[in-house]
């Protein structure tokens, strides 16, 4: 009698765990199937097999295709997503380009020494380009016909560059006495909104909104919507990315991924992520932000190579989350934006 009951306490345990398995597995096939609808996740690397340059994945069939020679750091799309800008930092080209990526077109925007002329007519200190793969201009982005990005390491100082009757211009759109890690500026009727996610500490991140008027780009003051800790100071990617109509943020706050309302001034935790010797290295909604891609890359020992990735979706209502891939060691990423 006891054996019967014990054999039947066994096959419910396992008829749950089959259950269960199969809800996570649907939950995972609902992800793939709608978030494979979004544009594809794009990012630079240099693959441990010699493999490099710049690559769309495909989130149903979990495949990266190159499309493009280049290594585009810091990437980012444009607002159609029909072109991404990154920086270029090559032996054959310094500078800030653009890709077509319907047709996959090569466009160099500005070099290197063209940039520093501009740098030096502002006020800026130029860059010295000394190696492939150690870039001094950061995240480029798309911005009212030109284009903006971090000038040098510092992050201090955001520029934006433009050309005036075919003649290239530069301006600083915004300085801080500290250190940087992400900026996102959205475009309005009105307004623009700057967001800074900045380091006054080492162990602290600040993010701040910058209202700047879209005539003169004067920044007309700031205010600050939220402090969350940060694990450590090695990763400068930041772990933050706002919506479209700049009423939410993404982030990333031990242990939860979490969604910040401004207009609500409330958040919502939509799921956990523990980290052990880890860092999240990239956080970015989906075009439709419903989803939201991350990557936790572990820790290299003392640091012999780049981190390695492992990529990540999450279902912002639901909170359902899938892993889809684990990179090898030696995969360093240089970008990634979808």
């Not at 345990?13 to 995972?28: E, R, S």
């Not at 979990?62 to 800008?85: G, N, P, R």
């Not at 879209?214 to 100071?233: A, H, M, P, Q």
């Not at 684990?326 to 979808?338: A, M, Q």
């Amino acid at each position: 009698m006891k054996r019967i009951k014990l054999i039947k306490i066994v096959v419910c345990f396992f008829a749950f765990i089959c259950v269960f398995l199969g809800y996570k597995k649907y939950n995972g096939y609902k992800i793939i199937l709608n978030a494979s609808n979004q544009p594809p996740i794009i990012f630079a690397a240099d693959f441990n097999s010699g493999d490099k340059g710049t690559f769309k994945y495909n989130v149903k069939t979990s495949k990266a295709e190159k499309i493009s020679d280049y290594i585009f750091h810091e990437l980012s799309y444009s607002d159609d997503y029909e072109k991404i800008i990154g920086v270029i930092w090559e032996d054959r080209f310094q500078g800030i380009a653009e890709l077509d990526i319907r047709h996959y077109l090569f466009r160099p925007i500005v070099d290197l020494e063209e940039l520093n002329k501009c740098a030096k007519s502002i006020g800026l200190d130029d860059i010295k380009y000394q190696m492939q793969g150690v870039t001094d201009i950061h995240m480029p982005k798309f911005y009212k016909g030109g284009y903006t990005f971090f000038w040098k390491d510092s992050r201090d100082v955001i520029c934006y560059f433009y050309k005036e009757n075919d003649a290239p211009e530069m301006e600083v759109l915004y300085k801080t006495d500290h250190g940087n890690y992400s900026y996102f500026i959205k475009e309005g009727n009105d307004k623009d909104l700057l967001f800074v996610e900045s380091r006054h500490e080492i162990y602290n991140q600040k993010i701040e909104r910058t209202n700047i008027n879209k005539n003169n780009l004067e920044t007309l003051g700031d205010e600050e919507l939220l402090i969350t800790s940060r694990k450590n100071f090695s990763n400068s990617t930041g772990n933050m990315d706002v919506s479209n109509d700049t009423n939410r943020i993404v982030y990333y706050q031990k242990p939860n991924i979490s969604i910040y309302d401004i207009d609500k001034n409330s958040k919502i935790n939509i799921n956990s992520q523990y980290l052990f010797w880890q860092d999240i290295v990239y956080i970015k909604f989906s075009q439709n932000e419903r989803y939201v891609f991350y990557a936790v890359g572990n820790i290299p020992f003392f640091w012999a190579d780049g981190y390695r990735l492992i990529f990540y979706i999450v279902d912002s209502k639901t909170g359902n989350k899938i892993q889809l891939d684990k990179w090898k060691n030696g995969d360093t990423f240089y970008g990634v934006d979808w």
